[in-house]
């Protein structure tokens, strides 16, 4: 049997600018941490020759080009099985739709058991740009690249994207004692909602290829931000990182409808009011997590519980996507 896992992300900048609508033309920038939270792959041979994939469905074929589910039938395309005697199953520490990366975790967890499997060297790199070729090119979703690589790479990590495509992979230089307390004073509370990202992506997307002037500016702002996140987190400015969370949000939902909702303000109003320095909402926007940084958790976390969210307590994860059986 082979298991391998990939972990999911939290954005901390700059997010948005990875979609090729936006890179192409200006450039991208953001800044991700991988999180110990993951989505695990399980791949082992069977008896019969079928293919066997289970998720949130199961699914029993005789052949890659039958599976339903899209990404792992690209997947088996791209890396071919002869007569192949396989069962795929999916597990998620979180689940889908809650603004963590996780398809592009799922992807990337994917690939490598089928590499693994097949006894391919992979690198990093060319396993984070075979998951975007497979949601981007191959099955046309408006997403951007971030997910993909984080989970490949982990780590806190800044991707520069090219208007050719080319991607800039740089770990942040965080000393010891700030990454510390960056990992203590942030926290991550589950907001209830779930959505599908494409559908909230879409709108950025087409604003972008149509070079929307408010949608092209907004994106700008956000990509500043992320350069002046990358040299506060450097610098150590845990404060100064927390207050351009907050800016970030305020550009965040202005940029297309459905980003936020009444309720998911008013959590937001209520942490800033009881702690929170900065904070947002995670992923395409919609539902899914809010993250903040504050210097007084035990308060904030109290509060926010207290008005029924579900705190995820989390490290963030150094190693990337790996296979952890055999």
């Not at 936006?22 to 079928?50: N, W």
């Not at 984080?150 to 806190?156: C, L, N, P, T």
């Not at 960056?182 to 909602?193: K, R």
């Not at 035990?298 to 705190?311: K, W």
Request: neutral net charge; aromatic residues 8%; charged residues 25%.
């Amino acid at each position: 049997m082979i298991i391998t896992r990939s972990p999911l992300r939290i954005s901390l900048g700059g997010g948005g600018t990875d979609l090729p609508s936006y890179y192409r033309e200006h450039g991208g920038f953001l800044i991700a941490g991988a999180i110990d939270k993951y989505v695990y792959i399980t791949l082992h041979e069977t008896f019969v020759p079928q293919i066997i994939v289970r998720y949130s469905k199961m699914e029993t074929v005789s052949s890659a080009g039958e599976i339903q589910h899209p990404i792992v039938r690209e997947a088996l395309k791209l890396i071919p099985i002869e007569d192949p005697h396989l069962e795929l199953a999916s597990m998620s520490d979180i689940p889908a739709g809650t603004g963590l990366g996780s398809s592009g975790s799922f992807t990337t967890a994917l690939l490598r058991a089928l590499h693994a499997y097949c006894r391919n060297h992979v690198s990093q790199r060319e396993l984070a740009e075979q998951a975007c070729h497979i949601e981007i090119d191959l099955l046309g979703e408006p997403i951007g690249k971030q997910d993909q690589y984080i989970a490949a790479y982990g780590g806190i990590t800044a991707f520069t994207f090219r208007p050719d495509g080319q991607v800039d992979v740089e770990p942040l230089r965080i000393p010891p004692a700030t990454l510390h307390r960056l990992e203590d004073g942030l926290v991550l509370f589950f907001t209830g909602y779930t959505r599908n990202a494409s559908e909230i992506l879409k709108d950025q997307d087409v604003r972008s290829k149509q070079k929307d002037r408010e949608m092209t500016e907004n994106l700008h702002f956000v990509k500043r931000l992320g350069y002046e996140s990358k040299a506060a987190l450097e610098a150590g400015d845990l404060r100064g990182f927390a207050e351009l969370m907050h800016g970030h949000w305020e550009r965040k939902r202005a940029r297309t409808t459905g980003m936020s909702n009444r309720q998911i303000d008013d959590y937001y109003e209520l942490a800033r009011a009881n702690g929170a320095i900065g904070g947002k909402l995670i992923g395409a926007g919609g539902g899914g997590f809010l993250l903040f940084y504050t210097e007084d958790k035990a308060r904030l976390s109290a509060v926010l519980a207290g008005a029924g969210l579900r705190e995820v307590r989390f490290r963030f994860d150094f190693a990337g996507n790996r296979v952890m059986q055999p």
